[in-house]
């Protein structure tokens, strides 16, 4: 996204400026030359069009500024200086003042203060209905929600983020979205979009030429190869990305070389390295207060065999019961590495700790840094834990599920760790960092029939009855079908119930809305009212159908299916208010398929939140499977086979 210099929202206020178009253009000749003034001389453009009141300098400015913060960056004078602007901007240069403001606090670990910031960037893009400031507005709410417990945020904000910047000339906001779902798909353990993604990166980088994107491409692809334990080719690629960085004057490439460094180390298991490697870890995290680069440095320090300095560190990151660490961006990569620290070096007070704060996130995968590294996924650490507690049933789950993830991935080093005995296996309590696959060769996997979950399945067993469907007026069952939890009624529940109905369908956002009457199809477009004469009629043909169902179950005595069709009627009549303006009058947005995919998305996000409070085993699996966007669709795992009962449950 790019602000003209001459779109001065202030026009008059204050003397005329030349002197910060001159700064902008002097700081992007230093960006363009890898001087290191490249920074200062943009913050002198930012106050100077504060000053004179040109916003436009000013947004160009700090949005130059920003794209090239270093994550971790205080967040200085910049944001009082912005919001100095930002407070008198109309839009669209206010909203992407907010991407900025956004972005700032995110790398100054202040996520709290971002979001709001976040959430006003893409309300104000989504009304102008500029794609690329939506598409800034996106990454900037994907940044304010990178927390453990945002997942269910970030997966369609995700997708919908790539689905936009797919037709984008930006390569900037290309680059950033392939990044994203990069991470996505790491997260969800995703191993065939994680080398689709990949291949988009270096297609990217082939076909712009732009050595910046070069450089994201070598070290993701570098991160493949260590997944996989092609240590020679990580070599290589990570010292083609260090190069590729500092042609491009890249921020992060510093980082970025040491944390590959790092990893490289550990699979070679070359001591030197991993204590040089730990004690810049561990000199950085002491003097900044960064509680995710200490629990990497007591790793390092472990595998460089020095297991009392580790458990030291580790000790020093739990502080009073860990629940001081922030639940933002590094929260779960802190977590595993303090547990792997625990497991492997017999703190079992300390394993206990940690498997209790992990289990919730089950089957997730470990991110760093936007996908620059993987850290292996949360059962792996757990079925460590467990097995040092000796809980051998809980461990050999974890580490099953575990397995399956990496054969899914094709992180055959990981898949290695997990053998008895290995450095970084359950139980494992040696301190010895392994040699991954060339020290004791690829651990055997077993079928997908063995992964564990909420509908744990072994073969040849019945798949999970799990019920998702009304119950009593205004109450939803669901969860297992021997004790499902009571929820109060949700529009979300509605649409997620309509996607298991038809597993593996894509159904428009638009249908999902009218309950599959397909009237809004031809107006999906059209920029009208929210409901239009058709959409009405759809409406309320499917209110006259439910009237009937009602009048039917009370004769043939069938309660529970009249009190299931009160209660989908009650979220009819529910979406019919909230499509109407004050005295009934229609209400006017945007295109019908995209107030479609917004509402579709809040809703279903909202009943995912929902469910996870009550059962998050349930929301996991729900989570894995469905997918929102203009198309949405539930897309059964075949690892963790469900019946889903959709039908109220009738009473004895």
């Known amino acids: 996204m790019a602000t003209a210099m001459g779109s001065d929202s202030s026009a008059g206020a204050g003397p005329p400026g030349p002197s910060a178009v001159g700064l902008l253009q002097r700081a992007d000749a230093a960006r363009q030359a890898k001087s290191p003034d490249a920074d200062g001389l943009y913050l002198a453009a930012c106050r100077a069009a504060a000053q004179s009141g040109q916003t436009g300098v000013l947004v160009s400015s700090a949005l130059a500024l920003v794209d090239h913060h270093r994550f971790g960056t205080p967040a200085g004078t910049l944001p009082a200086l912005l919001h100095q602007a930002y407070s008198a901007a109309a839009p669209p240069e206010r909203g992407r003042l907010a991407v900025a403001l956004a972005r700032i606090w995110v790398y100054a670990g202040e996520a709290a203060r971002a979001a709001p910031f976040a959430a006003e960037a893409l309300d104000t893009a989504r009304a102008s209905g500029d794609a690329d400031d939506v598409a800034a507005a996106l990454e900037a709410g994907l940044l304010a929600h990178w927390g453990p417990d945002d997942f269910g945020v970030r997966t369609p904000l995700c997708a919908e983020l790539e689905e936009l910047t797919a037709h984008t000339a930006d390569v900037d906001l290309r680059l950033r979205a392939l990044c994203w779902a990069l991470t996505s798909a790491l997260e969800r353990l995703d191993g065939l979009a994680l080398q689709r993604r990949l291949r988009d990166l270096e297609l990217l980088a082939r076909q712009s030429g732009a050595e910046r994107v070069l450089f994201y491409s070598q070290c993701r692809r570098a991160m493949a190869a260590l997944l996989a334990g092609r240590t020679v080719e990580a070599q290589r690629l990570a010292a083609d990305a260090v190069a590729s960085g500092a042609r491009a004057g890249e921020a992060d490439a510093y980082a970025v070389e040491h944390a590959l460094g790092g990893e490289i180390a550990r699979q070679l298991g070359q001591a030197p390295v991993l204590r040089a490697e730990a004690a810049t870890y ?12 200490l629990a990497q440095a007591a790793v390092l320090w472990l595998d460089a065999g020095e297991p009392a300095r580790a458990a030291l560190l580790a000790r020093r990151v739990i502080g009073d019961g860990f629940a001081g660490i922030p639940r933002d961006v590094d929260w779960l990569l802190t977590a595993t590495q303090v ?29 760093n840094a936007a996908a620059v590294s993987f850290h ?98 205004g109450i939803w069952q669901i969860g297992r079908k021997e004790a499902p939890q009571a929820l109060p009624a949700r529009v979300g529940f509605s649409y997620l119930r309509l996607l298991l109905r038809n ?116 929301a996991r699996l729900l989570r894995d499977g469905i997918s929102t966007g203009r198309m949405c669709r539930y897309e059964p795992d075949p690892s963790r086979p469900v019946r889903w009962l959709t039908e109220p449950a009738r009473r004895e």
């Open 376 to 473: 292996g996924v949360v059962d792996h650490y757990l079925a460590g834990a467990y097995a040092l507690l000796g809980d051998g049933g809980r461990a050999e789950r974890h580490r099953a599920a575990a397995e399956n993830a990496y054969a899914a991935l094709g992180a055959d080093w990981w898949a290695a760790r997990l053998a008895p005995g290995a450095g970084g296996g359950p139980g494992a309590g040696d301190g010895a960092g392994d040699r991954g696959p060339a020290a004791g060769g690829r651990a055997g996997h077993r079928g997908p029939a063995d992964r564990p979950g909420p509908s744990a399945h072994l073969a040849g067993a019945p798949p999970a009855e799990l019920l998702f469907a009304p119950g009593a007026p």
């Open 282 to 293: 561990e000199e950085y995290a002491t003097a900044e207060g960064v509680p995710s680069i």
């Open 503 to 618: 597993p593996g369908k894509d159904i428009a956002s638009v249908d999902l809305v009218s309950g599959f009457d397909r009237a809004l199809r031809a107006d999906q477009d059209s920029g009208g009212p929210v409901l239009d004469a058709r959409a009405l009629a759809a409406y309320r043909r499917r209110l006259a159908e439910l009237d009937a169902e009602i009048g039917e179950a009370e004769d043939w005595n069938d309660p529970d299916r009249a009190a299931a069709a009160r209660s989908e009627r009650q979220e009819f009549i529910h979406q019919l208010a909230a499509a109407r303006g004050l005295l009934g009058r229609p209400r006017a947005l945007g295109p019908a398929s995209e107030r479609a995919r917004t509402s579709v998305r809040k809703a279903v996000a909202a009943a995912l939140e929902r469910i996870a409070a009550a059962d998050p085993d349930v």
């Open 339 to 367: 547990a792997d620290v625990a497991t492997r070096t017999g703190d079992r007070a300390a394993a206990a700790l940690m498997a209790g704060v992990l289990e919730p996130y089950a089957g997730r995968g470990v991110v």
